[in-house]
């Protein structure tokens, strides 16, 4: 997964589009946000959204998955040759297509992938969203508050740690408003035990967007 660095209007407008779905899913199966993993998105959209599912070697290396939306149904390719957590973001990233790119279209994820710029649009919002689906803010917090460890999160969320590394970076710069470049530092010394403060970077952060939020919603 690609490191973006957009803005935080763009980032909000995917985040606000993808939630609702989020929360669609949590209510079909009776549980907390904080439990949601990526098989859950896989059971509604196959139980729900009739997505047939295909898993098999792709002849060409750099394809990881793709999807194909017609008239008569929604097709999605998994490349099995990837490692489980690989292939866990690239069921994500397809759902993605699923749920909210148009119809009678068919959705490539290829690795050095050259894409038109319509094309471009999709695949990051496929990516970030992705990433939420992997990933969602109360998990985050909730394993943050744990105390929980890169690698640890890492195996609790079955994401590989290319993925977590973006979804943290991501989840610093936009949530906690972090600069991009703080926020890469903070995931780096956090990824390699170099520096295990963000812990105290998110219950801090916390605190400072709370105070916040009331002066701004407090009238003088």
Not at 144 to 162: A, D, P
Not at 192 to 220: H, M, P, V, W
Request: hydrophobic share 40%.
């Amino acid at each position: 997964m690609t490191t973006f660095n957009i803005s935080n209007e763009e980032y909000f407008k995917i985040k606000n589009k993808i939630l609702p779905f989020m929360i669609e899913v949590s209510d079909y199966f009776k549980i907390f946000m904080s439990d949601l993993r990526y098989y859950h998105y896989i059971f509604y959209c196959e139980r729900v959204l009739g997505v047939t599912y295909v898993l098999a070697p792709s002849s060409f290396n750099d394809l990881d998955g793709f999807t194909k939306k017609s008239d008569y149904g929604t097709g999605v390719y998994i490349n099995n040759t990837n490692s489980y957590n690989r292939i866990h973001f690239t069921y994500a990233h397809e759902i993605i297509h699923v749920v909210f790119h148009k119809n009678n279209s068919t959705f490539a994820s290829i690795g050095k992938g050259v894409y038109s710029d319509e094309s471009k649009l999709e695949e990051l919002e496929a990516n970030i969203g992705a990433s939420l689906l992997m990933a969602n803010d109360s998990i985050i917090e909730e394993l943050l508050e744990r105390k929980y460890t890169f690698v640890e999160m890492c195996n609790t969320l079955e994401m590989s740690r290319k993925a977590l590394h973006t979804r943290l970076i991501n989840y610093v710069q936009y949530d906690l408003e972090f600069s991009n470049n703080v926020a890469k530092n903070i995931v780096y010394q956090f990824r390699y035990g170099i520096n295990l403060n963000l812990f105290e970077i998110y219950e801090e952060s916390k605190i400072r967007l709370f105070i916040k939020e009331l002066i701004d919603n407090t009238s003088f």
